[in-house]
């Protein structure tokens, strides 16, 4: 069964710092993998989506990478600013022939930025 | 505005009685999903569909109901026996292999 960790499981930084966020899971035979962003009581915001046969994803100030063979992933947020400060939750769907692709999230990093 | 709505925003409710929490997308969408949110547990999958006029159990189904009789709606009827029901419900959807999109969340507090 698939495993999804996400580490730390929260962290506090100054603002301006670049930061990297890690998402790592046991099993290597996946189809994608998704970073969300999840404000304090209100659904997941889709951020990034890397196919397995993709290295890295970018957006704005936010780079997603993927090593299948080490089963990581890790967010790379640069010049960070208090409007980041949330939970940032990955999640894997696995590569079943003819599954249901049902996808398993890591329990998130809580992120604070402070000025 | 292409979305997924979910309503009530909160939802109080008595023991004992049964609850149905809305879901609705306009993004055409086959697959929708039923997660259950609780403080240091993460998202727990409570029933997904792949198509219309079906739907699978995911982890915790027990004492949840789902019903899927059109493409853009997705309600969940939490039963009373569901043994701890007070929690955070997310809704989401997704078209084949791509991103799966969320709702706002409805937080229901049965007492």
């Known amino acids: 069964k698939q495993e999804v960790t996400q580490i730390p499981a929260a962290l506090s930084v100054p603002e301006g710092e670049n930061l990297v966020l890690n998402c790592s899971f046991t099993d290597s035979a996946i189809y994608n993998l998704q970073w969300f962003r999840q404000d304090p009581g209100k659904g997941l915001t889709s951020l990034l989506l890397?196919?397995?046969?993709?290295r890295e994803q970018t957006s704005g100030r936010l780079n997603a990478s993927l090593d299948k063979s080490s089963g990581r992933s890790t967010l790379y947020i640069a010049a960070s600013q208090p409007g980041d400060s949330a939970t940032y939750l990955c999640a894997v769907r696995p590569f079943i022939s003819g599954g249901s692709y049902i996808p398993t999230f890591g329990r998130g990093t809580s992120l604070i930025v402070h000025p | 505005d292409g979305g997924i709505t979910q309503s009530p925003k909160y939802l109080f409710r008595k023991e004992g009685q049964n609850v149905t929490l809305s879901c609705e997308q306009n993004l055409n969408h086959d697959a929708m999903y039923w997660y259950r949110q609780d403080p240091g547990q993460g998202l727990r999958l409570i029933y997904y569909?792949?198509?219309?006029?079906?739907?699978q159990k995911g982890d915790i189904a027990e004492g949840y109901s789902v019903s899927r009789e059109k493409k853009e709606s997705f309600p969940l009827t939490v039963t009373s026996a569901q043994k701890n029901p007070t929690a955070f419900y997310l809704c989401?959807?997704?078209?084949?292999?791509?991103?799966?999109?969320f709702g706002p969340g409805t937080r229901l507090t049965v007492t």
């Open positions: 890397i196919q397995s046969s993709q």
């Open positions: 569909s792949q198509i219309v006029n079906d739907f």
């Open positions: 989401a959807s997704r078209q084949g292999q791509n991103e799966q999109y």
